[in-house]
């Protein structure tokens, strides 16, 4: 598991993700399976911790950049 924060002026993220790699013996099918199963589990974890999951499909970096920008407008 990863862990990457960034702040910004009225943005603060916190990025965690899973790294896995296929098993010998694991087919790419299965592997995305379980790939699917883990990323569900800590989504529950998350959430169930209070954190927002936020369904804006930009990087953080995209999303930093952004709010960095958006106090010249």
Known sequence: ???DTVS????D???VSIR???RNDES???FAARAKHKQQKL???ARD???TISDNPENKTRRVLNA???GDR
């Open 68 to 70: 960095l920008t958006a």
């Open 20 to 22: 896995g790699k296929p």
């Open 28 to 30: 790419r099918d299965e």
């Open 13 to 15: 993220f916190l990025e």
């Open 1 to 3: 598991m990863a862990f």
């Open 43 to 45: 989504e529950a974890a």
């Open 8 to 11: 910004a002026p009225l943005t």
């Open 49 to 51: 911790r209070g954190v």
